[in-house]
């Protein structure tokens, strides 16, 4: 019996090299979306620039990609160079959703600015932005209260859904897009759903 | 033709590590001396061999060869040489190059300055170590060759990540790996001794100084890094419970341990078992930590260089070293014994509280970093654990030690009172109780969370002082000159290391409770006041580097009349991959740091900035910095040479004066 507790490290050991194991195989910073598959949960949002509204459903019938973007978030800027090159190759149509514009920026105080000013400040910032570095997009929607942002469960910005050609949402990418993951998760999947 | 040299010599210092590993075993196993005695030219081969890849991969890095794949993805023309050279070990493949040539190091000194120790001793640490060489040179030769070519030629490098390109990640890693890869010997004496049978007393001696150096390494290398984040993150923490950072943490909270459990392994002959075992984990944890950072299985904010098709190279590596030496562990620590015996009150309780709460902490740390991937891996969901957990489960388990810590050095082996400590350490008690109450008090704001930390602090501090007196005030030797004289170096260097951690919390307490820290949007000649300080921005100029442009902000910092510092934030924009990178601007003294750094721009002029003032920050790595010194300064202790020149003149009959520590 004494004997026995020499071994006690040894096991302990031996279940921490299975989970490691395990872990190999696990992505730490693939977060699953409970909308996965599901239909993209709909929306009519103002466009950038104009003074329509989009809605998800006048892509049916392509595939599309929707990218979370604020140009106070210093990831979008980071990951905006592949999305460029992206837009430029015309792989798929991007559209932007611009998300909280102006609520987002912790330094701005939103209780001091009202709806109107918040309408036109957001405009203002984001059309700034993309003509500083780039419009990759079809065109951007503005989420300025974040409604359409907690409906797509977005956790951080950016954020990027590939959405199929009925409109389900396949696959969401959290954290800045990079060439390699675009190159080796969204490219093999775009391929597969536009036969 | 140089990088296929470096390649070549690492195939063939896989071949020699093949043979160190195996003959002098197998002599040791036989008697049979010449087989023993090809470890230490195997060892000195070896490091010769390594050393000259890591300098062709050097001169790959200096000459700006871009047809060497690794330098084409880490390093640019354009950047300065200083981190060309230091982009060596940017990557992945270049720092087990470093780890590797410094496994090669310790080696070459093992095999060097230890003619004392019996050759068979000699022959089976050389071997382990070997072992070890062999897993790191396969790993790169079949994973991560640094030499691949990438044919035809890139025109020109990706560049280093900018935030790796700053003196502090100069010496941050190779320190740290001195560290790890230090214990790599304390494991091989480790394993030698349970392989020879021969765990006694002069075993820990032996192994002692090279446990208290890596030791010292370590520590040296942690607080690195914590300064480097420290200003190259722009956010002001110091330690962020990160993954890797609890990675390097966790072998330090383990070789702790091992060298107060080595002490009294030397001292009383106790605790073998359990110091053989603390001498596997502390190693363990540095190839633990090796699999961490570079397999990718957990995230963090700063896993450089991750890739899961290495992680199961070094997971089976982390399966044979560790399972292999726990699995003889298991086999012979049943045969090893325990070693004198001691009362409940004694040094050796004292010491044996300390390093189970040591061991408790560390495992708590171990079980925060990997709880996520326990949880994703039994399909249970995502989750990170953060700061909150590790402070709630650290200080607590802290305290004692600290309290302990007080107490040990005053405790007599084998035997004491309670009562005696008690009279022994009143005063001292008192003294930390009453500078706990008043101080926080004179700096402004009383807190209980404050207070405490003080406390230990302060308690160590009296404790160690009240020692220091006892020693000097009465004793044999007549004459103050002639006791201050009279004690041992290991004496000091413990006193030392203590103080050290005496210095460093009050460096975390203060400016835990102290800090001050504003976010806010400025724009030149805007003003704004923290403290005592006046803050105007004067102006924002753009600036360019070698391999960057940069907008630098102007910051005067006034303190009522008097300007105190002129503060330069800088903003930059590196060329190659287009990222920011926030370098603060920092005044730094005793009592306070001035710490500003640029956010974002905000419209047209204006910018998000960040202020801080962090009052006796540098008091941490300052407390770091006297705690490597203490190792040192022990290390030196003369029994180590008197026993080597001992054993050198054959003239056993000499054995010096048991220390008293």
């Known amino acids: ?195 | 033709m140089i990088p296929e040299l470096g390649h070549f010599a690492l195939i063939l210092a896989l071949l020699l590590a093949l043979v160190q590993a195996v003959f002098p075993m197998y002599g040791a196993a036989r008697g049979d001396a010449t087989l023993m005695s090809l470890a230490r030219p195997a060892a000195y081969g070896s490091l010769v061999l390594i050393a000259s890849a890591f300098l062709a991969q050097a001169y790959a890095f200096a000459s700006n060869d871009f047809s060497v794949l690794n330098v084409a993805s880490h390093s640019n023309s354009k950047l300065p040489l200083e981190y060309r050279l230091a982009a060596t070990w940017g990557s992945h493949e270049g720092s087990l190059l470093l780890w590797t040539l410094m496994l090669s190091g310790w080696m070459a000194a093992v095999a060097r300055f230890s003619r004392h120790l019996p050759l068979a001793m000699v022959a089976r640490v050389l071997s382990v170590m070997g072992m070890v060489a062999i897993g790191f040179l396969l790993f790169m030769l079949v994973t991560s060759n640094p030499f691949e070519r990438l044919l035809p030629a890139a025109p020109e490098g990706r560049d280093l990540n900018p935030l790796l390109q700053d003196p502090g990640m100069v010496f941050h890693p190779p320190m740290l790996y001195m560290g790890y890869v230090g214990f790599s010997v304390a494991f091989a004496f480790a394993l030698a001794a349970l392989l020879g049978g021969r765990l006694d007393a002069t075993w820990a001696r032996w192994s002692r100084p090279w446990t208290t150096l890596a030791w010292c390494f370590l520590t040296a290398g942690i607080a690195l890094g914590s300064v480097w984040a420290y200003y190259e993150l722009g956010w002001g923490g110091w330690w962020f419970w990160d993954p890797v950072e609890n990675a390097s943490f966790m072998p330090w909270l383990a070789g702790t341990a091992l060298i107060h459990s080595l002490a009294v392994t030397e001292k009383r002959g106790a605790f073998r078992s359990w110091t053989v075992l603390l001498a596997i984990i502390a190693f363990s944890l540095s190839l633990l930590g090796t699999f961490l950072v570079r397999s990718g299985v957990l995230t963090s904010v700063h896993a450089f260089a991750t890739d899961p098709a290495r992680g199961v190279f070094i997971l089976a590596f982390l399966a044979v070293v560790i399972g292999g030496s726990l699995a003889l562990y298991a086999s012979r620590a049943g045969a090893v014994g325990l070693g004198g015996s001691f009362a409940p009150v004694s040094r050796e309780a004292l010491l044996l509280g300390n390093n189970v709460l040591l061991v408790v902490a560390l495992a708590a740390v171990l079980l925060g970093t990997l709880y996520p991937l326990f949880i994703d891996a039994l399909g249970l969901g995502k989750l990170s654990v953060g700061p909150p957990y590790f402070e709630a489960v650290f200080y607590p388990l802290m305290a004692p030690v600290i309290f302990l810590m007080g107490l040990g050095p005053m405790a007599r082996w084998k035997q004491s009172s309670a009562l005696e400590l008690w009279r022994q350490t009143r005063l001292s008690l008192g003294v930390a109780v009453f500078g706990a109450m008043v101080v926080p008090w004179l700096m402004g704001r009383w807190s209980p969370l404050v207070a405490s930390g003080l406390l230990l602090a302060f308690w160590v501090i009296a404790t160690s002082l009240s020692g220091l007196f006892d020693r000097l005030a009465r004793g044999a030797p007549s004459g103050f000159l002639g006791r201050l004289k009279q004690q041992p170096l290991s004496w000091w260097g413990m006193q030392l290391g203590h103080m050290g951690v005496a210095v460093f919390i009050i460096g975390v307490a203060l400016v835990k409770a102290y800090e001050v820290e504003k976010d806010l949007r400025m724009a030149p000649g805007d003003t704004t006041s923290i403290g005592a300080y006046q803050f105007r921005l004067v102006d924002l100029r753009e600036g360019r580097g070698p391999n960057f442009k940069s907008v630098i902000g102007r910051m005067e910092v006034w303190e009522g009349e008097r300007l105190q510092a002129v503060l330069r934030p800088e903003k930059r924009n590196y060329d190659s991959s287009g990222m920011p990178m926030t370098e603060a601007a920092i005044q730094r003294s005793l009592s306070r740091d001035l710490y500003v750094s640029l956010g974002d721009p905000i419209g047209e002029h204006a910018w998000g900035v960040r202020i801080y003032v962090k009052p006796f920050v540098n008091w941490i790595w300052g407390g770091c910095v006297i705690m490597a010194l203490g190792g040192l300064l022990a290390i030196f202790d003369r029994r180590y040479r008197l026993r080597a020149k001992a054993a050198n003149a054959a003239a056993t009959t000499t054995i010096a004066p048991e220390a008293r520590v």
């Open chain 1, 1 to 195: 019996m004494k004997a026995l507790r020499y071994l006690i490290p040894l096991a302990i050991f031996a279940m921490l090299v299975v989970f490691l194991w395990r872990g190999l195989s696990l992505n730490p910073r693939e977060i699953p979306s409970p909308l996965i598959d599901k239909p993209t949960p709909g929306f009519a949002l103002p466009v950038l620039g104009s003074e329509q509204t989009f809605r998800p459903e006048e892509l049916k019938g392509q595939v599309w990609l929707l990218n979370v973007w604020a140009s106070w978030c210093v990831s979008c800027r980071q990951e905006h160079p592949v999305l460029v090159a992206i837009g430029k190759e015309r792989v798929l149509p991007v559209v932007g959703l611009n998300y909280k514009e102006v609520r987002g920026d912790g330094e701005l105080d939103p209780s001091k600015i009202d709806a109107a000013t918040e309408k036109a400040l957001a405009r203002e910032r984001a059309s700034k932005w993309l003509t500083r570095h780039g419009d990759p997009y079809l065109l951007s929607v503005l989420d300025l209260d974040g409604r359409v942002g907690v409906d797509l469960g977005v956790y951080g910005v950016p954020e990027t859904f590939l959405i199929d050609r009925e409109g389900r949402i396949r696959y969401k990418h959290i954290g800045p897009l990079t060439k390699e993951v675009w190159s080796t998760v969204f490219l093999p999947q775009v391929k597969k759903l536009s036969p």
